[in-house]
């Protein structure tokens, strides 16, 4: 059972576009996540919101810009991304600690060529 | 700084055979979940133990926590081809997030 959607599933941009990925959790959260999934490499942590402040940021280019308008809803604003930025971007929600559990969603497939 | 390894970082095994992968850390956790990630989805967890030396069942699969709650092991008996995926290891932080993930053992069961 997942109850974390993310949208799109897969994305294909140009480095000039701008896009977003959308991530929704209907498990009662009050924290979420984005994570970056590059092949071969153990999963980057990128932000983390508690109770809609962000709360980490892990050194993330400000080609990606994060936003979390309530704490069912996160977003991650993209633009002029490189082909290296091309990655499965993976959404997480949580209770705050120490009840840390995550449950993550399906994830986006991006590809920036 | 935790520095978390998990082992091996590949495995092919025929169905029907038994295996064991390993999350080891120079750290102490207050608790550690396993995850199961397949190919273009996001990771599922498995199980959470928080005991040392605790272990725990799943069906065909025992998760065990170390004494000194430094590392982990995951078994599988009589692996099928629906075990294939990647294995993730995932401590608990004992007060903030947590933002540490083993880089996994994807394992590859052939039918």
């Known amino acids: 059972e997942t109850g974390v959607t993310q949208t799109p599933r897969h994305l294909v941009m140009g480095m000039t576009n701008k896009k977003s990925l959308k991530c929704e959790q209907h498990l009662g959260h009050n924290a979420m996540y984005w994570y970056k999934q590059s092949a071969k490499k153990p999963l980057e942590l990128m932000f983390v919101?508690?109770?809609?402040?962000?709360?980490e940021n892990n050194s993330v280019p400000s080609r990606f810009s994060p936003e979390c308008p309530n704490s069912s809803h996160l977003f991650l604003h993209l633009h002029t991304l490189q082909p290296e930025d091309s990655a499965l971007y993976l959404c997480a929600s949580s209770l705050p600690p120490p009840q840390e559990t995550q449950y993550f969603g399906p994830g986006t497939r991006l590809l920036v060529l | 700084t935790q520095l978390l390894e998990q082992s091996p970082q590949f495995l092919s095994i025929q169905e029907g055979e038994n295996l064991t992968v390993y999350c080891n850390s120079s750290s102490v956790f207050s608790s550690l979940q396993w995850y199961r990630q397949e190919p273009g989805e996001g990771p599922v967890l498995l199980v959470t133990v928080v005991t040392g030396g605790e272990v725990k069942k799943l069906k065909r699969l025992t998760f065990q926590f170390g004494d000194a709650r430094k590392d982990s092991s995951l078994h599988i008996t009589a692996a099928q081809p629906g075990d294939t995926g990647l294995y993730l290891c995932?401590?608990?932080?004992?007060?903030?997030?947590?933002?540490?993930f083993g880089a996994g053992t994807r394992l590859f069961v052939k039918a």
């Open positions: 919101y508690s109770l809609e402040e962000r709360v």
């Open positions: 995932a401590p608990t932080s004992t007060g903030g997030f947590k933002t540490i």
